[in-house]
C-alpha cells in the first residue's frame, strides 16, 4: 500500500509559477509509474502528466505542454510537477497518483491505484 502526500499548492497570480511535491511512503517507489490529475468542481479528473517509473518517458495533457514539467528523484521517493505561465483556467485541486508499472507508461485514470489527498492551485487574473 503506498502512500502519497502533495504539497506546494496555493495562490499565485496569472503567470507566476509553482512547484508541486509528491512524497510516496509505504511501497516501492521504482515499481510505479506516477501521474499528476486536476479536478474542478462539476468536472471529471483530468491528466495533468505522467512519468514512467524510471523517468526516461513523460507525457501531458496538450494544456501543459510547454508551460509544466513532470520529474521524479527514485532516491528520494518524491515527484514534482513545476507549472509555469499559470493561468486561471489552472485553478484545480491537483493530484498525485501512483501506477503500478507494467512497461506502459500509465496514462488513464483507471491504471491508478493509488491517490494523494490533492493540493489546492489558485491563479487569481
Known amino acids: 500500500q503506498v502512500q502519497l502526500v502533495e504539497s506546494g499548492g496555493g495562490l499565485v497570480q496569472a503567470g507566476g509559477s509553482l512547484r508541486l511535491s509528491c512524497v510516496a511512503s509505504?511501497?516501492?517507489?521504482?515499481?510505479?509509474?506516477m501521474g499528476w490529475f486536476r479536478q474542478t468542481p462539476g468536472k471529471e479528473r483530468e491528466l495533468v502528466a505522467a512519468i514512467f517509473w524510471s523517468g526516461y518517458d513523460t507525457h501531458y495533457a496538450d494544456f501543459a505542454e510547454g508551460r509544466f514539467t513532470v520529474t521524479r528523484d527514485n532516491t528520494k521517493n518524491t515527484q514534482y510537477l513545476q507549472m509555469n505561465d499559470l493561468k486561471p483556467e489552472d485553478t484545480a485541486v491537483y493530484y498525485c497518483?501512483?501506477?503500478?508499472?507494467?512497461?506502459?507508461?500509465?496514462?488513464?485514470?483507471?491504471?491508478?491505484?493509488?491517490w494523494g489527498q490533492g493540493t489546492q492551485v489558485t491563479v487569481s487574473s
Open positions: 509505504g511501497g516501492d517507489f521504482k515499481m510505479y509509474d
Open positions: 497518483a501512483a501506477a503500478w508499472a507494467t512497461g506502459n507508461l500509465a496514462l488513464a485514470l483507471s491504471k491508478y491505484q493509488f
